[in-house]
């Protein structure tokens, strides 16, 4: 059966984590080959040694990165590589690096070593190709997935919607600030606003926050679905976002979800998701407060099954490489 | 729908805002129509004039010249109209009073074309007077590199005929307010001065298009003489408001950058009172300046430098003497 072995430089609790969890223990995807998670030294992925047909990075790409990831295509010149982007978007882009003409020379040296890049977003696909990151034959699109029956399986919330939440890591990247300063200018004693999560942003927020005792911070939420199975509403103010699994599993819950729309978080616009036009404290307030107090929606969007799409992304990717005439097996399907 | 790029629209639009121009309204538009470049619509919009300013427009009878009429939105609002309206790949604007040298939008085009990753391409200008004549000023910006930081420290583009930018750029940054019901906002209308940094900077923080200058004066821009001290507040609390909405986008950014931008926005000010004979509140801007950060001191001394010179010149000696000594300053250091 296919081999692949699937780089990884960053354990830490995240989207990427609950990913590759997925990868590894779906029978959807243990369907079309065995996948072994490999964590590898982010500055020299090729010191560990394996055996695979197909190499998987979902690595962060750097410039101290990049002799490592040219060591690792070096050391496996015969086996076809294939990147998935976690980490950059025109957000982060934007929100981060002031010298973009440098940094985009620095994504298109790292993507060159590979065969096919994979885009996380439709979003950010589109961005890869119109930034001339990735030629466009080499892109696919898949949109990570994690199991997400839990949150299907989950009642949608009843009578007037007074409980918003907002889960994810503690940091400026999620633009909680934002949305912590729109809330508290939102009248009504019963509504609340539950920040589930931990990160060097924490006692900014929490000072942020003090004085509105309808603000609450629950600590990290290891069990992301009682997190949501406790919100009416989720939030997410990101200033960047690849993808945002998080979007995904609050549109399973069936809960309404307000997000800023930049890079992925378009693609669940285009699933469901409320876009809020600006990443304003006005502009949260005013979408906070339409939605505030009124009851769910009865017709909701159609909801699939995004798992499978996840999956086929996948054997659809394989089919790919192996059609181009990279020897590698292919599952029966 | 009226941004679609059919193979019949032209290659740019250029949108010329007009609020009661009829004095230099002609000139403009016979500069524009001027151009080498050929391939583009010429959008005049209105925006709810009393003078002449329609007719003179409808006189020019050039099939790529469409004049579009409305009740008064200002400065931002005729703009979003216009590219609301445009059909071409990319927009150019020119204010009703300023002039576009022949060769600029070829110039534009051409940059565009090459580089890809550029937004906003942009060049100098040279200032001119109500007679057209050049004043021997001249803005010459940074033209490469430019950050976000730049944006807002010293605004490269400069002014509002300057810049010519790709559509898609543009739609990035495009919004809805909830008031809104007609059609999307680039630039934010609620402001009536500012709009522009508000603009750029709003596109630098939230989109990775670049922003990028080209070589010449290819803009002629038109400085009223003296000007009106008055404004000096009202745009100033404008700025300081642009800061107040932008910061949630990028509050490290704004913490970092604000003390040195509002102390070059308090010199530029400054220049202004100036220019408009009000020694008094020269000071007062050249004061808050340095109270602000010394930093413009050191990025730019002679321009530093020769600004509280004729603060104080303006000050002990009155207008008179300040408008030798002005020009002089423009010349070497603008």
Redesign the interface.
């Known amino acids: 059966m296919l081999r692949i072995a699937h780089l990884i430089d960053d354990q830490s609790p995240g989207g990427v984590t609950r990913y590759l969890d997925f990868i590894a223990h779906t029978p959807g995807m243990a369907k079309l080959a065995r996948h072994m998670i490999v964590p590898v030294p982010r500055t020299h992925p090729a010191s560990v040694r394996f055996e695979a047909d197909l190499i998987v990075s979902h690595l962060a790409v750097s410039w101290r990165g990049l002799p490592g990831l040219i060591t690792l295509r070096a050391r496996h010149a015969g086996t076809p590589m294939v990147h998935v982007e976690h980490s950059y978007s ?2 982060f ?3 981060n ?5 440098r940094f ?1 020379t620095l994504l298109r040296c790292a993507y060159a070593l590979f065969d096919r890049v994979v885009a996380v977003s439709q979003a950010q696909g589109d ?1 890869l190709t ?3 990151l990735v030629r466009p034959e080499t892109l696919a699109v898949i949109r990570p997935s994690v199991d997400m029956s839990e949150f299907r399986a989950l009642p949608a919330p009843e009578g007037r919607l007074h409980n918003f939440g907002a889960i994810g890591r503690f940091d ?1 990247q999620k ?1 909680f ?2 949305m912590i ?1 729109a809330f508290r200018d939102l009248p009504g004693n019963d509504l609340r606003l539950t920040l589930y999560g931990d990160g060097p942003e924490r006692a900014r927020l929490e000072e942020l926050a003090s004085g509105d005792v309808r603000i609450r911070f629950a600590g990290f939420a290891p069990d992301p679905v009682r997190a949501v199975a406790q919100c009416d509403v989720m939030l997410m103010p990101s ?1 960047w976002e690849p993808y945002g699994i998080a979007a995904a599993e609050a549109r399973a819950a069936r809960r309404p979800l307000l997000v800023s729309g ?1 890079d992925g978080l378009a693609d669940h616009v285009e699933m469901g998701a409320i876009r809020v ?5 006005e502009g949260w307030t ?1 979408a906070m407060a339409q939605i505030a107090g009124t009851q769910m929606p009865t017709s909701l969007p159609a909801r699939r099954i995004e798992e499978q799409q996840t999956i086929s992304g996948w054997r659809q990717l394989l089919a790919e490489i192996h059609a181009g005439g990279d020897v590698i097996a292919l599952p029966q399907t | 729908m009226p941004h679609l790029i059919s193979s019949t629209a032209p290659r740019v639009s250029i949108v010329v805002p007009a609020y009661n121009a009829a004095e230099t309204l002609a000139e403009t538009l016979g500069s524009l129509l001027a151009q080498t470049f050929q391939d583009f619509e010429l959008l005049v919009i209105d925006d709810g004039s009393s003078d002449r300013t329609p007719a003179i427009a409808r006189s020019f009878g050039d099939r790529r010249l469409r004049l579009i009429q409305q009740p008064n939105r200002g400065l931002a609002g005729a703009r979003n109209s216009g590219i609301h309206h445009a059909r071409g790949e990319y927009i150019g604007f020119c204010d009703a009073d300023d002039l576009w040298r022949p060769e600029k939008l070829a110039a534009h085009v051409r940059h565009l074309e090459t580089r890809p990753n550029v937004g906003i391409s942009f060049s100098g200008s040279e200032l001119i007077d109500s007679e057209s004549q050049a004043t021997g000023l001249a803005q010459r910006p940074r033209l490469t590199g430019i950050t976000a930081a730049h944006v807002f420290k010293r605004n490269p583009i400069g002014n509002g005929s300057a810049p010519v930018i790709r559509r898609a750029a543009l739609d990035a940054i495009a919004f809805r307010p909830a008031q809104e019901t007609a059609r999307d906002w680039w630039f934010d209308e609620s402001f009536r001065q500012s709009e522009d940094i508000e603009c750029w900077l709003r596109m630098m923080l939230t989109t990775d298009w670049e922003i990028e200058g080209l070589r010449g004066l290819l803009t002629r821009y038109r400085v009223a003489p003296g000007g009106l001290s008055a404004g000096i507040t009202r745009q100033f609390a404008f700025w300081e408001r642009m800061v107040e909405k932008l910061t949630p986008l990028a509050p490290e950014f704004f913490a970092r950058e604000t003390p040195v931008a509002r102390a070059y926005q308090n010199r530029y000010l400054a220049r202004r009172a100036v220019s408009a004979g009000n020694g008094a509140e020269a000071v007062n801007r050249m004061r808050a300046s340095l109270a602000c950060s010394k930093r413009p001191l050191l990025e730019e001394p002679v321009k530093t430098v020769t600004t509280l010179g004729a603060t104080l010149v303006l000050a002990m000696a009155g207008p008179a003497a300040i408008n030798r000594a002005l020009a002089l300053v423009g010349r070497r250091s603008a």
């Open positions: 025109e957000g882009t934007a929100a690096v002031p010298a973009r003409a985009h961005w119109r930034r001339g400026r633009g600030d934002v300063r200033r930049v036009p600006d990443l304003s404290v005013a």
